[in-house]
């Protein structure tokens, strides 16, 4: 007797929380790759990798060759730009920061999304929000703080300390790939978004080749390849939760992660978070939380004026 969850919100949870899963698995796996490896290579192997299962889901849907056509060739190039100095910045900064600690910090991604928006796409943004992201902020500094002072101790050498930076930097360069992804949807599909961008990311990041690229033990190569096809699953199972989901309904279950994170972290690590991580991801988690649901709230009021100024309201 197979089970099957029902479609609708509960396939979209479990969908998502499975992709929070994998993608925690494969900042384990490229953190065990080790330290040594170029943030380019990591990103290669990332990029490069997860086509395989991206390519099988394209098949699976019969969207193989459709999930190529695009009329916005130049758009999905500056995503990947973007998205994959993103990734080479946080790739760095997780080889070099406790896994709890650059988690919690890529939280202020959809922070920094806010704000951008409201600069670059006029977005309203009301005091409610502008309150949250500023208690956000406040919580991710609370969380880098003890890394940052880590310059004047240690000078700026000290790996911690840049890994907080290139961890900050790669939250706000994919808060901007995000602004890019939005202008994107509305005239391409998911998959072949996804499609160009790993493709982009693996081509550019061969740029990087030069720049001191490592030959890599079996067993980098391995967790490289692992993490790759763990990224490329989880971002499947990320567009599936929104398929089947509201993203106001789905996307609290991110701050999972840091549970995930922190387990695998201690796990295979030894990483434990501070009290300064576990306090300030208290704050951001709660102020992410809190602007996702009042963003539900207020697109219910607008669903019901809506209605109530329709004729057959």
């Known amino acids: 007797m197979s ?3 029902p479609a609708g919100p509960l396939r979209g949870i479990v969908c ?3 992709s929070v899963t994998l993608f925690v698995a494969m900042q384990a796996a490229i953190k065990m790759a080790g330290a040594g490896v170029a943030a380019g290579q990591i990103t290669f192997y990332r990029s490069a990798f997860a086509l395989f299962p991206i390519f099988l889901y394209l098949a699976w849907l019969g969207e193989l060759r459709t999930g ?3 009329t916005h060739v130049f758009g999905h190039v500056k995503r990947g730009m973007i998205g994959i100095a993103s990734m080479g910045c946080g790739f760095y900064g997780l080889v070099h920061l406790p896994m709890p600690d650059a988690i919690a910090m890529g ?3 959809p922070l920094i999304a806010v704000i951008l928006a409201a600069v670059f796409l006029k977005e309203e943004v009301r005091l409610y929000r502008w309150s949250a992201v500023g208690l956000g902020l406040f919580g991710v500094i609370i969380i880098s703080w003890p890394k940052l002072t880590m310059f004047s101790h240690d000078g700026f050498g000290s790996q911690a300390a840049v890994g907080t930076v290139a961890v900050l930097v790669s939250a706000c360069l994919a808060a901007g790939a995000m602004l890019q992804v939005r202008q994107l949807v509305q005239t391409e599909k998911t998959a072949t978004i996804v499609l160009y961008f790993s493709i982009i990311a693996a081509l550019m990041s061969l740029l990087t080749l030069p720049f001191g690229w490592e030959a890599l033990t079996s067993s980098q190569f391995f967790y490289l390849a692992l993490a790759g096809f763990f990224g490329g699953f989880g971002q499947i199972l990320l567009t599936e ?5 509201d993203i106001s309904t789905v996307a609290p ?3 999972s992660s840091i549970l995930f994170g922190s387990l695998l972290g201690y ?3 030894g990483d434990v978070p501070s009290l ?3 306090a300030g991801t208290l704050i951001v988690a709660g102020s992410g939380i809190f602007i996702i649901l009042r963003e539900r709230q207020l697109g219910l009021e607008r669903q019901a004026e809506k209605k109530a100024a329709s004729p057959n309201g």
């Open 267 to 269: 796990a295979f690590f």
């Open 107 to 109: 939280y202020a991604m």
């Open 276 to 278: 300064h991580t576990l």
């Open 16 to 18: 998502k929380i499975c």
């Open 68 to 70: 190529f056509v695009t």
């Open 253 to 255: 279950f991110e701050y």
């Open 3 to 5: 089970f099957q969850l």
């Open 241 to 245: 939760s929104y398929r089947h989901a």
